[in-house]
């Protein structure tokens, strides 16, 4: 039972309310529902029931098939009463029960007489409730009604079937798309929500005809759209048809620019935002098309809705991260706005200011920020600071006083992520800004002296081991290390431990102090800060004197594991002791694990004990097992590379075939994964027959045919090319499948003897140079490039000719080597007519590379290429510029 609100006592400080809801149980209300059974009707009492079983279902409360079928049956006997307010609520109920088809039969006749009667209110949720529970083969016969209903006087009525129309469109779009006509008409309506549900509908119908589309947004943009919601309907649309026809119009005019430039002068202020908000995301727009839209933002932000004011910085804030100049005229509106009572509001303003101002700003906007910070949530201080590193990349000369705000808000107050934003921030600064690096380690050092969280310790600690000891003075550093071996728990202790070896490698002088450190650190009461301690000093060597560690050592110290730990892990569980020790090259260096590498025809899956057994392992490691397995390529020596497997065949094909490369130093094995779908056949003698004319560097030395290949169950045969050794070869290679087809009789699922010899023509495969690089990240690529040494560094620059984008011309050249984006480069901003893009990876030969791209828009659409590679060997080197010269 639904509990009445209770009287609380006067001297209760909380105001909260009771749910008239408190206590209800799905068994009591069911005993109630008893009352729609009853002969003289309580329409109030009947509404409360149901009131409640609305509760019920809409919090996930379950019923039992014979209960919704009990309830469903009970509230349908309400349909004789007339009270219009009960008569509501029962279309409701019927909408949430969502009967079964055999059980809609009971309310259909009832509906449908409310569909047709003169109460308007009965027709327009008669056709709700109708619509939603139907299937197609009642829908038929509603149609002419739902048809009339499109085209009424009443708004109500032809709002219900439009919307109504809308929900059917993705359960039977036949029938819809056959409304069209009656559609149209309701566009042109004078209701306001008519017209807005009705343009809906006509766009979703004609949506994947782009002609069509276009026709509508043509014939639309003349002015017959009265209502404001149609009107942002249409801008949405038209945003979209500029989208798609940029590509294809070669005049510097954009179509429907002058419609959207119209539509700020609209009455309607949804409109005018709407508008200026689709200027805006159009791509390549320029500032000439910007300037009407950012006029009125402008007013915007002075408007005394606070909606409107925070649509508009929103907006700006957008703008500003492509175009920040576009935007400096608002900048005086927007600092009245750092005051706003809405911090949501504040904050937009707040950042789009940093993105946006200029170097004799930044210190009145630090004042403003100052006071502004203690009254916003931590995940609006995180938008700050990130806005405000973007800043100091900007303006590094200000660095002094915004790294000294960074660290006053690191000494407050503040979750994890909120500090953690600030340390991350501090990081940046000192790698990128050279200046920065002392002062900003010293606030480090001073946060961690009262850091209560343990990531952020040991980070700061791990960073303070890398950039401490080739700072001026690096004694100055040690005595905040070493407190955290005193102060903090067993995590930050090894950390502080592993940091003191760090300063003792690398900075000679310091060594005999940081002996003496270690050595205490040997009684620690943790067994991984002793195991650390000892381990350091056994490194270090030298009894602590004064002399000079040693590379291996450095390297052992300093050194990245370019090994994902999970294939460390896996191989070190598959490594057998014997009298070989544990070859660390020998762990696969893929970044992630390869995909299935059979296709499966969809919706044919054989159970039980008829079921195919299960398909080729998909990891390196299991690629290697198979293949050392099959005695024609047990010689071939270590497997460097598998590749995703490649389609060779088009979806529901009789036979699906797809292709693993796997890359061996001087062999290539094509492991071809077949799949059967047709039930009455039965393959046996699959061979692939591969034609190398196009590949002159490779000769095929073996192959591997597949016995018997049944209906549904993924079988692989293989063939072996050779290739010069260590040498990155490349070919097209073209493949015909063959094999002896016999019928299998369906109700014994025998074959016959006799088969027939058939074959089918499978694509083209390509061994491209993007197949001996293994994708293989870096944690921090400036490091990793500056230790690589500039030995073998190679520098040239290309012109990549005509592209649709920068990010276009990036996506091709990172596909072309094959090689991991490293820190997030891959992703180009809009607008942008520069970018860096940073890779990784190891060649065959395990050689490993690295790449800087520095790509810039050369004229309106040309892309120049700066390519600097370096790498353990020069020959590889030259071998990726080459690459990229040939490709």
Known sequence: MAQPLVKKDDDRDDEADYSPFLGIEKGAVLQEARVFNDPQLDPRRCSQVITKLLYLLNQGESFTKVEATEVFFAVTKLFQSRDIGLRRMVYMMIKELSPSADEVIIVTSSLMKDMTSKTDMYRANAIRVLCRITDGTLLTQIERYLKQAIVDKNPVVASAALVSGIHLLQTNPEIVKRWSNEVQEAVQSRAALVQFHALALLHQIRQNDRLAVNKLVTSLTRGSVRSPLAQCLLIRYTSQVIRESANNTQTGDRPFYDFLEGCLRHKAEMVIFEAARAITELNGVTSRELTPAITVLQLFLSSSKPVLRFAAVRT???????????????????????????????????????????????????????????????????????????????????????????????????????????????????????????????????????????????????????????????????????????????????????????????????????????????????????DRATLYLNTLGGDGAVVETGEDVKDFLFGSLDIPLVNLENSLKNYEASEEPFDINSVPREVKTQP???????????????????????????????????????????????????????????????????????????????????????????????????????????????????????????????????????????????????????????????????????????????????????????????????????????????????????????????????????????????????????????????????????????????????????VVSDAIHEIVASG
């Open 316 to 530: 700006l804030n957008k703008v500003a991260m492509t175009h920040p100049m576009a935007v400096t005229n608002c900048n005086i509106d927007m600092e009245s706005l750092i005051s706003d009572q809405n911090r949501s509001i504040a904050t937009l303003a707040i950042t789009t200011l940093l993105k946006t101002g200029n170097e004799s700003s930044v210190d009145r906007l630090m004042k403003q920020i100052t006071n502004f910070m203690s009254d916003i949530a931590d995940e609006f201080k995180i938008v700050v600071v990130e806005a405000i590193r973007s800043l100091c990349l900007k303006f590094p000369l200000k660095h002094r006083s915004l790294m000294n705000f960074l660290s006053n808000i690191l000494r407050e107050e503040g979750g994890f992520e909120y500090k953690k934003a600030i340390v991350d921030s501090i990081v940046i600064l000192i790698r990128d800004i050279p200046e920065a690096k002392e002062s900003g380690l010293l606030h480090l050092c001073e946060f961690i002296e009262d850091c209560e969280f343990t990531y952020l310790s040991t980070q700061i600690l791990h960073f303070l081991g890398i950039e401490g000891p080739k700072t001026s003075d690096p004694s100055k550093y040690i005595r905040y290390i070493y407190n955290r071996v005193h102060l903090e728990n067993a995590t930050v202790r090894a950390g502080a431990v592993s940091t003191l070896a760090k300063f003792g490698a690398m900075v000679d002088s310091l060594k005999p102090r940081i002996f003496v450190l270690l050595r205490r650190c040997v009684f620690d009461n943790d067994d991984e800060v002793r």
């Open 596 to 874: 299935l590498a059979e296709k499966k025809a969809p919706g044919k899956k054989p159970t039980g004990l008829g079921a195919p057994p299960p398909g080729p392992p998909s990891t390196v490691d299991a690629y290697e097992k198979l293949l050392s397995s099959i005695p024609e390529f047990a010689n071939f020596g270590k497997l460097f590379k598998s590749s995703a497997p490649v389609e060779l065949t088009e979806a529901e094909t009789e036979y699906a075939v797809n292709v693993v490369k796997h890359i061996f130093d001087g062999h290539v094995v094509f492991q071809y994964n077949c799949t059967n779908t047709i039930p009455e056949q039965l393959l046996e003698n699959v061979i692939v027959v591969v034609d190398a004319s196009e590949a002159e560097e490779f000769a095929e030395v073996a192959s591997k045919p597949l016995r018997s290949l049944p209906y549904d169950s993924p079988g692989q045969t293989f063939v072996a090319f050779e290739k010069p050794e260590g040498v990155p070869a490349v070919g097209k290679f073209s493949n015909m499948l063959r094999f002896i087809v016999k019928e299998v009789d369906p109700s014994t699922g025998e074959a016959e003897d006799d088969g027939v010899e058939d074959e089918y023509q499978l694509e083209d495969l390509e061994v491209v140079a993007a197949d001996y690089m293994l994708k293989v990240g870096v944690s921090n690529f400036r490091n990793a490039w500056e230790s690589m040494g500039a030995d073998f560094e190679r520098v040239d620059e290309y012109g990549l000719g005509p592209r649709d984008s920068l990010a276009e011309a990036v996506n091709a050249v990172i596909n072309l080597l094959g090689m991991q984006p490293c820190e997030g480069t891959e992703v180009v901003p809009n607008n942008s007519r520069s970018h860096t893009c940073l890779l990784s990876g190891v060649y065959i030969g395990n050689v490993k590379v690295l790449v800087r791209l520095q790509f810039g828009l050369d004229g309106p659409k040309d892309v120049a290429m700066k390519l600097a590679v370096r790498s353990e060997d020069e």
